[in-house]
């Protein structure tokens, strides 16, 4: 089965052409024929001329970034984008929400549409739509909350998997608090599940696991795409524990999506460092294991500087257990493996009952994913995708600072000049406010 990637914005299609091209060198590096022929009918189709055509539609208000991902593609002679699998205009959505929503998107409803609907119908059978936008600018966000409306509205029963780049904390730009919510807000309705990558953690993995000394937008893209690859690859499912895994979108919301006001998803990946510091490193399943169970609770985004001392409460009586939350709760939780020695990999750990809600049932709250296949050039590799609180503060503190904006009228003006009230302000916050305060009570 097919899955549709829809790169939005500078940020979708930066990452988009990245991850494309990380799971094709995943994919031929690996001896197995098997994994190789189901990443490329998941992800490519083949043009006529044998060359693999990625499964995709590239949607930016300006024309840049897509010309230099078409022709990043093609110069690599490996695999490229189809010939009429993109829209640009001239002119961007100037960091605003509202001008990609109410402007942008509407005024080219029917041409991405078409494209959309041209790219779906080349499939044979569709798993799913992974959409790849930054919830912080103008294109990103606001036309991609529309495209994804229109998705929602096109293909109903079909699966939709956002990813969404969260902005750092510093600020990139000015509205981004604004664009952040409204589109938080929206998606969270129209999606299946939503994956967060959050720029400040990723900046922090390409300093202290990477060692890059200057950082740069390829090298955050490079991690998050490497991180997407791990779970987006072939693999032996639940569902599917005898062949690689054919729907690898659906597999992923019913592993860890177990209700549907809770869909929030992070990623955490064990190890992660450097090509070159690769071939001096060993590590056993023990060991990465060990680590990535407490990077899990403990609510650390990477194996540096966990917070060891955070422990699971075990055996106390439900009422004291609220009053003192010392530890990331979950709903559910995917760990997928990948590498040597897989079957001596011990998973217990991350069954323990006290990790999850209660209300969840036990066979709900934990499944796992393995390859023999290592991936991107890692012996052993450990990804989680954890539907937790992990995200709580990241999303707090974006409310926060958009509300305390938003009762001083700060830039209001920029929204309803395109049609935003305030109202639909107030409507947003009400949500994100709603569903903060379930992941808190979990």
Not at 259 to 271: D, V
Request: net charge neutral; proline share 4%.
């Amino acid at each position: 089965m097919s899955v549709v990637t829809v790169q939005l914005g500078q940020c979708g299609n930066q990452i988009g052409t990245e991850l494309f091209s990380t799971l094709y060198e995943d994919s031929a590096a690996a001896r197995a024929k098997s994994y190789q022929h189901c990443s490329h009918e998941s992800f490519f189709s083949q043009s006529s001329d044998g060359v693999l055509v990625a499964r995709s539609v590239l949607i930016d208000m300006e024309p840049k970034v897509i010309t230099q991902a078409i022709a990043k593609a093609s110069k690599s002679g490996k695999w490229r984008y189809g010939d009429k699998s993109q829209f640009c205009q001239k002119q961007g959505s100037g960091n605003n929400w509202a001008n990609g929503y109410c402007v942008h998107g509407p005024r080219h409803k029917d041409a991405v549409e078409d494209l959309l609907r041209r790219e779906v119908e080349r499939c044979d059978r569709l798993a799913g739509i992974f959409t790849m936008m930054s919830v912080a600018g103008g294109t990103g966000s606001g036309v991609g909350t529309y495209v994804t409306q229109c998705l929602r509205d096109m293909y109903p029963h079909s699966f939709i998997l956002n990813h969404l780049t969260w902005p750092y904390g510093t600020g990139e730009v000015i509205l981004q608090n604004y664009n952040s919510v409204l589109t938080l807000s929206r998606l969270y309705s129209l999606s299946d599940a939503l994956i967060v990558h959050e720029n400040d953690t990723v900046h922090k993995i390409c300093s202290q696991l990477m060692n890059i000394k200057h950082i740069s937008i390829a090298d955050v893209n490079k991690v998050i795409a490497h991180q997407l690859g791990s779970v987006l690859q072939p693999a032996y499912t639940t569902d599917s524990p005898a062949y690689y895994s054919r729907n690898p979108i659906g597999e992923l919301l019913n592993s860890v999506v177990c209700h549907p006001e809770y869909k929030l998803l992070s990623l955490l990946n064990i190890p992660q460092m450097s090509q070159t510091s690769l071939a001096y490193s060993a590590y056993t399943w023990p060991g990465l294991l060990k680590h990535l169970r407490q990077m899990l609770i403990a609510n650390a985004r990477m194996e540096e500087g966990i917070d060891w001392k955070v422990r699971v409460p075990m055996n106390q009586p439900e009422g004291a257990r609220t009053k003192q939350i010392t530890f990331n709760k979950s709903l559910s939780n995917l760990l997928i493996l990948r590498g040597k020695d897989i079957l001596s990999a011990d998973t217990g750990a991350f069954k323990e009952p006290g990790i999850y809600v209660p209300w969840v049932p036990t066979d709900g709250t934990f499944s796992m994913w393995h390859s023999p296949v290592p991936f991107n050039s890692y012996e052993k590799l450990a990804t989680l995708v954890s539907n937790s609180q992990s995200l709580l503060n990241p999303m707090d503190n974006i409310v926060k600072k958009a509300w305390n904006m938003f009762t001083s009228r700060a830039y209001i003006h920029q929204y309803t000049k395109f049609g935003i009230s305030e109202e639909d302000f107030l409507d947003s916050f009400t949500m994100l406010e709603q569903l903060i305060s379930s992941y808190t009570h979990l």
